[in-house]
Structures are given as C-alpha cells and as structure tokens.
C-alpha cells in the first residue's frame, strides 16, 4: 500500500492589526456614546436651559454640535493614531466643559444644566481612556526601530504643540464664558450701605451695594463686590457715594458670565442710570473706578457716553486678539503667542455667542473726559498696554505706573500715594 501525500491546503489570511484604518463596534460605540452625553450639555446650556436673564444662544450650539457630529461619523473610518488624538482631544475639551458644573456644584448645589455638565465629566474621562488605550494598542510595532520611536516622538510633539495652542485656549474659552463668582462676597465694607438692583438695556437685572453720598459726588467702583471693598472703604472717608455691585452672571445677578468683559460696558452705562436717578448725586458729578478687566470697561464706556465725568482705570490690559499682538514680547514668546491668541478669542466669541470688543487704544483716543491710568508694568497682565493707551487718549489722560505693584495692587503697594492720588483726581473732576 502506498502513501500519498496529503495537500495542504492554506488557511484564510490573518487579519490585518488595527493599525491604520477602521476602530472597531465596540470602540466606535464608545466613543459615540461619550460624545453624545458632551452633545447634550452643549444643547441644555445654549439652547434649553440658558442662564437667567439670556435667550438661547444658536450660534454658541450649532458649531460644537456640527463638530462632534462630525467626529462621531469620522471615527470609524480614521487610522489609529488619528482616533486616539480625537479621542483625547474631545476628552480634554469635555472636561472643560463640565468644569462650570462642577464649580457651581460645589458653591450652591447643582441646578439648571448643572446635571448634564456633571454626567460630561465620566464621558470626557472615558474619551481620554479610550484615546490612550487605541493609541497604545494601534501603535506600530514592525519596521526599523528608529523609525518607529521617531515617529513616536514627532507625534508626541505634534500632541503638545496641540494641546498648547488649540485645546488650551478653547478650553479656556469655554471656562471663562461659562464660570462666574457664585455668591455675594462677605460684606466687610464697614460704612453705611444698602442693597439695591437696577436694569440693564438687554433686560438683565444686575445686584449690588451702594454707599450713600455726602459731597454730592457718585464713584463706581468695578467689577463685582470683593476686590472693590478697599476703594470703597477709601472713596466713603472722602465723602462720596459709591456703587458696587455682581456684573452680569456673578453672585445674585442675572446673565451669562465672561470674565473678559465682552459685553460688560452695559453694567456701567445701567450702573450710571442708576446713580443719575439718585436724589444724592448732583448731575455731572459721576466716576468710575476700573480694576483689571474693569478697567478696560471703563475705558469703552467712557468711550462711549459722556455720562462719565472722570475714570480711573487700573490694572487694564488686554482682552482680545486686538490687544494681544501689541503686547511687548519677545519673538519667540510672539510666534507661539500668536495662534494661542487667535483661537481663544475666536472660542470666546462662539462660547459668548457675541463679536470681538472693539480695541482698547482705538477707544481711549475718543475718551475726552479726564483720565488716569494706573499699571503695574511688571505684573505680566500686558498693563505695559497702558503706555499706548495714555498715548492715544491725550492731554486729558495720565498714567501713573508702579513698578513694584502685582496686578490692580496699587493700593495695597502705596496706600498712602494711591488715596492721595486718586481722591485728588477725583476731586478735581467732580467736585471743582
């Protein structure tokens, strides 16, 4: 009997790793899962519960949701390490936006969207597991060893320089148009005072304090009701009336919040109808007092309105791209400043659902009332600013700079200067 040799025949070919094209159902579920709980915070906090006071913000929806519709689509169809740098990227990005829920959560207790900002949170931690993991199991692990960690390393690279210049400043953004003060402050004030309220042009109903006047004279000292204290104490020992009060979206005042003061100029012109309706301020005899972002408010409302009689504006930088490339940089710090630039003020104004502000050197050059101009050049604010704003503004404006003072620290560098300063600036303008 004879032996025949048996065929072998081969068997299917392996599949191909997941290296370059195409997650699988259970990844791409994932990932569309977590994007859709994202989807929905965005939805509940532009469209379905807004803050109070503001109507639904469209524009401020429909690009993010466009965008992870986008993404849940392409998911599936990219290459592995495209998927864990999406992945990772929206992880980042849903983190920042739960961020406004959880501090809210923690100062009053969760309300409005507060929920799904809170269930945003697990999803974008998930999103950033699962972008680890894919890049680690679709890494490349044939072909020449140098290769393979130099490409590595390039992509790591790439990772940062993404992470510095696009998802920063997004996330930043999204928190600072989100994320306000959520009480009142401790009244440490120590003067006479009482509660009041007033409306502003697009219907919000602002909070605050006021210190009745004894020379005639009303002083608005911005923005909020902690950091002005100190002002306030100094303006009531001179006799003047002064008003602080929560800005839109902080402490008891209705609004979204945005600590760049896109839009804020409305506070102060609602602040100033307010004071010109009281029986205690004669006309003509209204200031204001600007700290910080304030201090640019000012600025752009004196701009704006001759209700203002004199402004003090302190610790004023910049707060847009339009201010951003005049700051004083060296080159490096510029060509890496630049984009990081670009997009948190284009992510601010679809966050804000509102256009850039005017620049701030534009505005001073129409301020025609008496200005001073208080900086701190060596705080890294960009109040080194306020040379090109004295320098438009005129005859009308001064500076005073303080090399030693941190930021809107003028008082606490110089108390004795800084009173005798501004209370005679202040004098002079409202009271002779």
């Known amino acids: 009997m004879v032996a025949t040799a048996t065929e072998v025949r081969p068997g299917p070919a392996p599949a191909p790793p997941r290296t370059r094209r195409g997650g699988g159902r259970r990844e791409t579920l994932v990932f569309r899962v977590a994007i859709a709980l994202i989807a929905l915070h965005v939805l509940d906090d532009t469209v379905l ?35 864990g740098g999406l992945s990772l990227a929206l992880g980042v990005l849903g983190v920042a936006a739960g961020a406004e829920a959880v501090h809210y959560t923690r100062e009053v207790g969760p309300s409005g969207d507060d929920f799904t900002g809170l269930a945003a949170i697990p999803a974008a931690l998930v999103l950033v597991g699962l972008g680890a993991v894919t890049l680690w199991r679709t890494r490349r692990v044939q072909g020449n060893r140098a290769w393979r960690y130099g490409r590595r390393g390039l992509l790591a690279v790439a990772g940062a320089v993404t992470l510095a210049t696009v998802l920063f400043p997004i996330g930043l953004g999204y928190v600072t148009t989100h994320v306000g003060r959520a009480v009142v402050p401790p009244d440490h004030l120590g003067v006479p005072h009482e509660d009041v309220s007033f409306g502003t042009a697009d219907g919000l109903e602002l909070q605050g304090w006021y210190v009745p006047s004894r020379n005639g004279a009303a002083v608005i000292v911005f923005p909020g009701r902690s950091g002005p204290q100190k002002q306030t104490r100094m303006l009531a020992r001179h006799g003047y009336g002064v008003l602080l009060f929560d800005r839109r979206g902080e402490g008891e005042s209705e609004g979204a919040p945005n600590a760049w003061g896109w839009g804020g100029g409305k506070d102060i012109e609602a602040a100033i109808r307010y004071l010109r309706s009281r029986p205690d301020v004669q006309p003509g005899r209204i200031g204001g007092i600007g700290l910080s972002v304030g201090g640019e408010m000012m600025i752009e409302t004196a701009a704006h309105t001759d209700a203002l009689a004199a402004v003090v504006s302190e610790g004023a930088g910049a707060r847009s791209i339009r201010e951003d490339v005049d700051v004083d940089a060296a080159t490096t710090d510029k060509v890496l400043g630049f984009p990081l630039a670009v997009v948190k003020t284009a992510a601010i104004a679809v966050f804000a659902g509102q256009s850039p502000p005017e620049d701030l050197e ?71």
């Open 362 to 432: 534009a505005l001073a050059a129409r301020v025609d009332r008496p200005m001073l101009l208080i900086a701190a050049p060596n705080s890294r604010h960009g109040e080194e600013l306020n040379r090109d704003y004295q320098r438009a503004a005129g005859d009308t404006s001064s500076l005073w700079e303080i090399p030693e003072s941190g930021h809107v620290g003028g008082l606490a560098a110089r108390p004795a200067e800084y009173e005798r300063r501004v209370v005679g600036f202040l004098d002079a303008a409202l009271l002779r």
């Open 49 to 83: 519960q807004p803050p109070a006071g503001t109507a639904p913000r469209l524009v401020s929806a429909l690009l993010p949701l466009v965008l992870l519709g986008l993404a849940g689509w392409a998911y599936p169809r990219l290459p592995g390490a495209a998927r």
